[in-house]
């Protein structure tokens, strides 16, 4: 599903020439949960940022599900990552004062989908978190593991071939965090690509795989051989 080959990432400020990435390689099966860790600086999120078609790299090639990236325009990429990409980012970025309902149907705005069709996919959305019953509250009113669960339901609305999650623990007590894993592994488990980008050993044994970054390059590419094992009920 994605493929990178020697991917690089070169950022100018003024006479300032920075190396983010440094030939970045690995591929991603359909339906595999993959991790990818490092520490501060070490560009995870300049990486996620390239998978998501949200930057382009300097260098190398990017095939996301066969087509390779510098093949689409803008538009084209901006379609891809509504129809085919689903975001979950640390910050939840769910809009306040706005229902639940009404936030997980907001990647649909820009999907081409029916409106008439809008209300039943967020609510099947939203119920595969299991939070039916905070339907139309307001975010303010949730939890903190619910928002996030708020956006996992929305990164699901339009059906995506991958999730990419951004340290969706990082804002989360323990018990949320555990929960809020237990159920990205449940979607991986119902057939969801996933890519996780974290800090946190125990959010990444939840992957079959663990991708550690370390200044720019791949230190390391190997299977998680004890992975633990959500069971998250709604």
């Not at 379609?79 to 640390?90: A, D, E, Y």
């Not at 008439?116 to 959305?125: D, G, I, P, T, V």
Request: proline share 3%; glycine share 8%; no cysteine.
């Amino acid at each position: 599903m994605l493929s990178l080959n020697n991917i690089t990432k070169t950022f100018n400020d003024g006479e300032v020439e920075t190396r983010v990435l440094k030939g970045i390689s690995f591929d991603v099966k359909q339906g595999e949960f993959v991790s990818i860790m490092g520490p501060s600086g070490s560009g995870k999120s300049t990486l996620l940022h390239i998978l998501g078609f949200l930057d382009r790299p300097t260098d190398g090639t990017y095939r996301f599900s066969d087509k390779e990236m510098g093949e689409h325009d803008e538009d084209e990429l901006a379609h891809v990552r509504n129809k085919k990409m689903g975001f979950v980012f640390q910050t939840f970025n769910l809009l306040p004062r706005t229902s639940v309902l009404d936030n997980v149907k907001l990647p649909l705005l820009y999907s081409g989908v029916k409106e008439s069709l809008w209300e039943e996919m967020a609510r099947e959305a939203v119920d595969a978190v299991g939070l039916s019953h905070r339907a139309e509250y307001e975010p303010a009113q949730l939890s903190g593991g619910e928002r996030q669960r708020v956006a996992i339901a929305r990164a699901l609305v339009n059906k995506p071939n991958v999730i990419f999650a951004d340290e969706p623990t990082g804002n989360l007590d323990s018990k949320s965090g555990e929960q809020v894993m237990e159920l990205i592994d449940g979607l991986h488990k119902n057939g969801h690509t996933v890519l996780l980008i974290t800090h946190e050993t125990y959010t990444a044994e939840y992957a079959q795989r663990i991708i550690r970054l370390r200044d720019g390059s791949v230190e390391s590419d190997t299977e998680v051989e004890h992975r633990r094992n959500g069971s998250f009920a709604k």
